[in-house]
């Protein structure tokens, strides 16, 4: 029992960080039907943000949250303008390779920039606390109360605003948004801006909570994040929530009752499963009704 | 036809002018007769997921082609040539290791290959050494499939190794653990997806048991993986004495990190693939203090020889050289011997000379080769993390 629910501690740490990433898949998705695969390494740009930052002023945690955020939504800004916005109506295969592309770009300048992998340095009083064997670090609890504050925040926007309103329009009907005078442009930039704030946010945290930094970082995240927004149906919010949790208790329990080789053979074919029986992921629906 | 009847001045031909004068400019620059060189390639993890370790393999050869061509180069019958490097990056992947062996031994026409440093690498760059009949030496690769035929079991022609393999490193740190730290228990979490943990962890459990201990759980983690709290709350339920943790420096950090924020408080043993100090400089949070790791070298255990070239190393880069430096600059001592006793620049004659090579002093030791053998007998040493730096704990003969 007790062995469980340390497990179920460390499913609920990962899954909070895979619902980070895959929201900004999902939203991205949402508004334009577009898989942006350069996602994962701005995520992975948010953990050397966060470095460079502290490098040049020892800053806390929650300034340091703030300011990366902001620099990876105006980064992901820059790339819906100037690598996106002049393709959208480019054939959907342009798209992709263009976002694949951005990835590669991004990935081999810090790689560039930076071959070595670098330690993040601590931001948070390394506390533990005990609760009946069962052992929870300060960070963790961190992790997984700013990532749901993120994402209540998110939820509130997308369904209570009135720009949550027009980005729901936009998913359902671009064309016709445009004709009753939403700025859908800035709408789609802004989406592409939160996106990319809560992917540089779950990169701090990550960075955080595996203090080792490395330009290559992104992309067995940014893989995993992605199946999570589909297995939730890619589009929907709380699906990628949904799916992100599921894939990270799935990926913990399965090593925490199976030999640990067999974790994503058992996970990724459970998933498949899923698709099979629900190939619009579980909360999403056919075309038309997205978010 | 586009050349047929070419304006003479228009705008358009500029871009073709110029392709044109670039190729010219290297076709002549080919035709020209070049410098007799000796030509050692350099396969090297430059990048991915071990950069440190490709810059010390390159730097220590770059040190050697240095002292060997202040001095006029290697003798080779009775003229001294100078050396060439080649140096080409394989990312530290195992696809991108073998074409670069292709471009070294096909394209560049080395005499010899230095390198791979990591067996994953290792290993397919040796398949093409072995095909395309060029000597191999790897400095840091202790997986004994390296030098080994896969269909024969047999040694390979042309890959040799400047360590000692897992089959004599493993067995140490497992009598280590049970004589020096009396260990009853262990427990192993490796990277399942790369070839020298698995192949270390296999060796490790099997002297471990024979010693009289009990491996009491088996992890593993793919390559890229950063969450490994699922594996280690499963080896805190066991409750080992020890955990072997043959990862890279890079890795390793990590696990030791979140092994001691889930309250695990056995101490960890490494393997050679620990040595970059950068392991230290990961390691923020000091919970590798007071680990042990088996090495090639170390350098407060060091001969006259090994001395002058950690001097000389420390001058030219500003910090010591790790054991992937001096190896590679041991690959390439045993290389140039090689082409030396060789007498001519030949690949047959070059690789049939390091066949025959039976000792050679090294700055890490005092290497063996066996007749027939493509490995060294040499010594290892165990090292200890203590107050932020490496320290010589024993040096344990063949």
């Known amino acids: 029992m007790k062995y469980l629910a340390q497990q179920a501690i460390n499913a609920l740490q990962l899954g909070s960080i895979y619902a980070l990433i895959a929201l900004g898949y999902s939203m991205v998705y949402g508004v334009l039907t577009m898989i942006n695969f350069a996602h994962g390494d701005v995520f992975m740009l948010g953990a050397f943000f966060c470095l460079l930052l ?73 506390a533990t606390y005990q609760f009946g064997g069962v052992t929870i670090t300060m960070l963790q609890i961190v992790i997984i109360g700013v990532s749901l504050g993120l994402m209540l925040a998110l939820d509130f926007l997308i369904r209570k605003t009135s720009f949550g309103m027009a980005m729901r329009a936009i998913a359902s009907d671009r ?43 992104g992309i067995t995240v940014g893989w995993k994040a992605f199946v999570a927004a589909v297995i ?55 075309a038309l009704h997205k978010a | 036809m586009y050349f047929a009847n070419p304006p003479m001045f ?71 040539i100078p050396v060439e490097l080649s140096v080409v990056d394989n990312s530290c992947k195992a696809d991108q290791s073998a074409a670069a062996a292709q471009r070294l ?69 497992a009598a280590f653990a049970t004589k020096n730290l009396h260990a009853k228990t262990a427990a192993v979490l490796y990277d399942v997806t790369s070839e020298a943990p698995t192949s270390q962890s296999a060796l490790f459990k099997e002297a471990f048991e024979k010693a009289g201990g009990k491996v009491v759980s088996m992890e593993t983690y793919s390559t890229g993986d950063r969450d490994f709290s699922a594996q280690l709350t499963k080896i805190r339920e066991s409750a080992p004495d020890i955990i072997y943790l043959p990862a890279p420096y890079n890795d390793t950090p990590l696990i030791a990190a979140q092994a001691r924020q889930l309250g695990i408080k056995a101490p960890f043993l490494g393997s050679d693939a620990w040595s970059s100090p950068d392991i230290i400089k990961l390691d923020t949070g000091k919970n590798l203090e007071g680990s042990y790791f088996c090495n090639h070298y170390s350098t407060e255990a060091a001969t006259p ?94």
């Open chain 1, 175 to 217: 064309a016709m948004v445009s004709l009753l005078g939403i700025p859908a442009n800035e709408i789609i930039a802004i989406t592409f801006a939160i996106g990319a704030a809560l992917g540089g946010a779950a990169g701090l945290l990550y960075g955080m909570a595996y203090p080792v930094v490395s330009a290559s970082m």
């Open chain 1, 232 to 286: 939730g149906g890619i589009g929907n919010m709380r699906g990628a929530v949904l799916g992100a949790f599921i894939l990270g208790s799935v990926e913990v329990m399965t090593v925490a009752v199976l030999p640990s080789t067999y974790r994503d053979l058992i996970s990724y074919s459970l998933l498949l499963l899923i698709l099979v029986f629900k190939p619009y992921g579980l909360l999403g629906k056919p």
């Open chain 1, 54 to 126: 502290i490098a040049l002023v020892p800053v806390p945690f929650w300034l340091a949250l703030i300011v990366v955020m902001a620099a990876t939504a105006l980064l992901g800004t820059l790339i819906e303008r100037f690598a996106y916005r002049p393709l959208r109506k480019a054939p959907r295969v342009s798209a992709i390779i263009t976002a694949l592309g951005c990835g590669l770009v991004i990935q081999n300048t810090t790689l560039g920039i930076s071959p070595y992998a670098r330690p993040m340095p601590r931001l948070l009083e390394n």
């Open chain 2, 105 to 173: 031994i096909s394209q560049n026409g080395v005499l010899v290959m230095v390198g791979p440093d990591a067996s994953s690498c290792a290993i397919p760059a040796g398949e093409l050494a072995e095909s395309l009949g060029c000597l191999m030496i790897s400095p840091w690769s202790t997986n004994p499939k390296t030098t080994q035929d896969t269909q024969t079991g047999k040694p390979k022609k042309n890959v040799f190794r400047a360590c000692f393999t897992d089959r004599f490193e493993s067995p140490v740190l």
């Open chain 2, 305 to 398: 020889k090994a001395k002058q070239f950690i001097a000389d190393y420390t001058a030219r880069y500003g910090n010591a050289p790790d054991d992937v430096a001096a190896l590679t600059y041991d690959a390439m001592g045993l290389a140039s011997q090689s082409i030396s006793s060789a007498g001519k620049v030949d690949r047959t004659a070059v690789r049939d000379a390091m066949a025959a090579t039976r000792t050679f002093e090294g700055v890490t030791g005092h290497f063996v080769y066996p007749e027939g053998a493509r490995d060294p007998e040499k010594s290892a040493v165990i090292m200890q993390i203590k107050d932020g730096s490496f320290h010589w704990v024993s040096t344990v003969d063949p």
């Open chain 2, 10 to 80: 228009g705008l358009r031909s500029i871009p073709f002018a110029i392709v044109a004068l670039t190729i010219g400019s290297l076709l002549v620059a080919s035709c020209q007769p070049s410098k007799p060189s000796v030509k050692i390639g350099i396969n090297a993890e430059l990048t991915g997921e071990m950069p440190a370790v490709g810059a010390s393999c390159k730097q220590a050869a770059e040190l050697f082609a240095e002292q060997v061509n202040r001095d006029g180069g290697i003798m080779v019958g009775g003229t001294k």
